[in-house]
């Protein structure tokens, strides 16, 4: 099972908006709507940012967003922040012996 | 405070064995799937194996099927991973994390994680 695809990189300002697509098919992504995303910084425990697509846990900002069309889910992030650096990954139910497929990661950078 | 700690991790020689083990507090361990994911060096994260509550499921991924064996001890609060015929790709920061979910664990998500555990596969 293939992982889901996401762009290297991405980069804003700090108080611009920013959007990481993460394209799987229609055995994953497209079929279910079972999308966490993940924040990384380097050397620490990765960071739920958001579940079932486009839930927030508690304590997430609010500037974290996230949706789907397709097979393409997204996060967005506005009024980037220094601390928003970072990388970031999707995940997602890749269907029957593939109960997870991660996303290929994102490095976010604020200029 | 849900806690997870990962132990186990060193150097070890290629076709060697390993076994890591990811002690938790704080929550009901017993209704919780866990799972393992790992980053090689300059790599993304991979998503490596889970296993559900009461080990009823076990998956791994393709890379490590047949190699890697995870379990748990529900008295003990642990999960491990017995990690055999180790490659040198198979280096890596290893980290346990918490599968949540609303319904079926592999509809779920990882929520904690542990800091993670260095596995060196090297001669």
């Known amino acids: 099972h293939s992982a889901l695809t996401q762009p290297a990189s991405v980069s804003g300002s700090p108080g611009q908006s920013i959007t990481i697509s993460c394209t799987g098919t229609s055995s994953d992504v497209g079929k279910y709507d079972h999308v966490s995303w993940y924040q990384h910084h380097p050397g620490k425990a990765p960071k739920v940012m958001i579940f079932e697509v486009n839930k927030r846990p508690s304590g997430v900002s609010d500037r974290f967003t996230a949706s789907k069309s397709g097979s393409t889910a997204s996060l967005t992030i506005s009024g980037l922040q220094a601390d928003d650096e970072a990388d970031y990954y999707c995940c997602s139910h890749g269907g029957s012996g593939f109960p997870f497929v991660l996303g290929t990661g994102t490095r976010v950078t604020v200029l | 405070e849900v806690q997870l700690v990962e132990s186990g991790g060193g150097l070890v020689q290629p076709g060697g064995s390993l076994r890591l083990s990811c002690a938790t507090s704080?929550?009901?361990?017993?209704?919780?799937?866990m799972t393992w994911v790992r980053q090689a060096p300059g790599q993304g994260l991979e998503w490596v194996s889970v296993?559900?509550?009461?080990?009823?499921?076990?998956y791994y991924a393709n890379s490590v099927n047949g190699r890697f064996t995870i379990s748990r001890d529900d008295s003990k609060n642990t999960v491990s991973l017995q990690m055999n015929s180790l490659r040198a790709d198979d280096t890596a920061v290893y980290y346990c994390a918490r599968v949540v979910d609303s319904g079926y664990y592999y509809e779920g998500w990882f929520d904690p994680w542990g800091q993670g555990t260095l596995v060196t596969v090297s001669s």
């Open positions: 296993i559900s509550h009461g080990s009823m499921s076990t």
């Open positions: 704080g929550f009901n361990f017993r209704s919780y799937a």
